[in-house]
């Protein structure tokens, strides 16, 4: 049976973005449907983080077609903006402000009702209630990446696009973060997409799998499946096989 | 109106983003009037030296020269005002995080408008005591109620300068970071700041007639030589800044385009 339109988060089709030097995503044609979490794993310049500026309409793409909610990332930005939100380890907030200045810009921006409670609620549950009185730049890089995902919560997004959330975090802190995002990911089934390179971390959090290389989509399933489909026992084994034989498209 | 509401929100939000900015930096905040300060000193004692020399010939010449200073700083920090916004939001890694999220770019240009005005109004009531305590140039008094539509042309003019220069920012990051502040020095020669438009060759002067800060200039210099001004210089200027209005709106969307097509957009502040 084929979900409904309106379970269908993300839907991309042969989406492609090309530079004059290099395809940077080749054909992708995946699905996100809510309350599911979706990892896209690859080496450096696999065409991840392309595949995530396209869905957050900060990248236009060549060819193929992306729909987010149904709607178009960029000419319908309004409309999913409000819906969506996300994290990466190399966006910033402003590192001459305080935390909770940040996050009353954006709960501003977000139009969040009842603030200064969500706020604090966020700041709380990410453990780092008490640095809201802290500037942005002193913090550690473990306390910016917890303040980012503070953000990305703010506005309850239906859809959460993460590249490598836990990139700075120790392991200890870093499983605690997942565990608290799969909470609140199973209570809102909240949509997710996952880069990382934690193969571990992303074994244990998303329920789907999309490993792509130089652009391409070389596998695809849950992590069992193509650890299985491998004869591997880890992910990490899949990734260096994957790497080491890339060019070689698996069913 | 929820969404007239919401953003009335976004454009507060971004206002107190930079209010924050002030209440954090002492220096930030002496920056704003530190600058226009000085040039008044400096522009103001040498018109006191050839005032001095010249034993009172040269004073009309004086006081068109406090008034064009106190105006071109007007134009200077409007475009600055809304350049600076963007850059601020590159070098902190935030401008993603922005391009995201609901903040329509209007809203994120109302806010700098509305933060460049109280900032200016700030600044030129400043420049205007200092310039009446010092040099006895009484500058609202000179200019009347003209000021008004003067003003309002200059600041529209300084500010769609700053769209523009926004757009060359988003489209190529840092590379052109140095343009913001070398955009208003490209219209200062051929907008007759210091000087009538008469005293630029022919060709020049055709450049001029296109650039709305020419007849603010121009038509400051009538107001202290005549005590009036004619509509031949205000309506001009409003045009031109009606039509600027468009062409900056319209290289700020293509420039945002490329930059989406480019992948600039996502990098911005990351290289």
């Known amino acids: 049976m084929s979900p409904s339109p309106e379970s269908v988060l993300i839907a991309t089709r042969n989406l492609t973005k090309s530079f004059p030097d290099a395809n940077a995503l080749d054909s992708l044609t995946m699905r996100l449907q809510r309350g599911e979490v979706v990892g896209l794993l690859g080496p450096n310049g696999a065409g991840k983080t392309t595949a995530l500026h396209i869905l957050l309409g900060l990248l236009s793409p060549t060819s193929g077609g992306v729909t987010v909610f149904g709607l178009s990332p960029i000419r319908d930005r309004a409309k999913i903006s409000k819906r969506i939100n996300f994290s990466s380890a190399y966006v910033q907030l402003p590192s001459n402000l305080k935390v909770r200045e940040n996050l009353k810009i954006f709960s501003m921006i977000y139009n969040v009702p009842n603030p200064a409670r969500k706020i604090d609620f966020l700041l709380e549950l990410f453990e780092i209630g008490h640095l809201k009185n802290r500037l942005t730049g002193a913090l550690s890089s473990g306390e910016k990446t917890r303040l980012n995902l503070c953000k990305a919560l703010l506005n309850d997004p239906e859809l959460l696009l993460l590249d490598e959330p836990t990139a700075s975090l120790d392991p200890e802190v870093a499983e605690r973060v997942r565990l608290i995002l799969k909470k609140i990911q199973k209570e809102r089934a909240m949509g997710i997409i996952y880069t990382s390179h934690n193969m571990a971390e992303v074994e244990q959090i998303c329920d789907r799998i999309l490993f792509l290389h130089r652009g391409k989509t070389i596998t695809e399933g849950t992590p069992a499946d193509i650890m299985r489909h491998f004869n591997s026992r880890s992910l990490e084994q899949v990734f260096i096989k994957i790497v080491r034989g890339g060019d070689v498209i698996c069913e | ?271």
């Open chain 2, 1 to 271: 109106m929820l969404s007239v509401n919401e953003s009335l929100t976004r454009i507060r939000g971004m206002i107190l983003r930079y209010l924050y900015l002030h209440r954090r930096s002492v220096s930030r905040t002496l920056e704003i009037i530190f600058w226009p300060v000085m040039e008044l000193f400096v522009w103001g004692f040498l018109t006191v030296y050839l005032r001095a020399i010249s034993q009172g010939e040269v004073s009309q010449f004086i006081v068109y020269l406090i008034g064009a200073m106190i105006f071109w700083d007007l134009l200077y920090r409007a475009q600055q005002g809304v350049s600076i916004s963007i850059v601020e939001e590159i070098w902190t890694q935030n401008i993603a995080n922005l391009f995201v999220s609901p903040l329509r770019i209007w809203e994120w240009m109302t806010a700098t408008f509305i933060y460049s005005f109280f900032k200016i109004l700030l600044i030129m009531t400043l420049l205007s005591l200092i310039a009446l305590g010092l040099y006895h140039f009484n500058f609202f008094g000179s200019v009347g109620f003209y000021l008004i539509p003067l003003a309002a042309n200059l600041f529209i003019f300084g500010w769609l300068l700053g769209i523009a220069t926004s757009g060359l920012l988003i489209r190529w990051g840092h590379a052109v970071e140095a343009l913001i502040w070398g955009i208003p020095f490209l219209v200062q020669p051929f907008s007759a700041i210091f000087y009538p438009l008469s005293i630029l060759p022919v060709w020049i002067q055709k450049i001029a007639l296109f650039l709305p800060s020419t007849y603010v200039f121009e038509g400051m210099r009538q107001i202290i030589q005549q005590g009036n001004l004619q509509p031949g210089f205000i309506l001009p200027a409003f045009l031109l800044n009606g039509v600027y209005f468009l062409l900056s709106v319209l290289f700020f969307a293509l420039m945002l385009s490329r930059s989406r097509a480019t992948g600039r957009l996502g990098r911005l502040g990351m290289d």
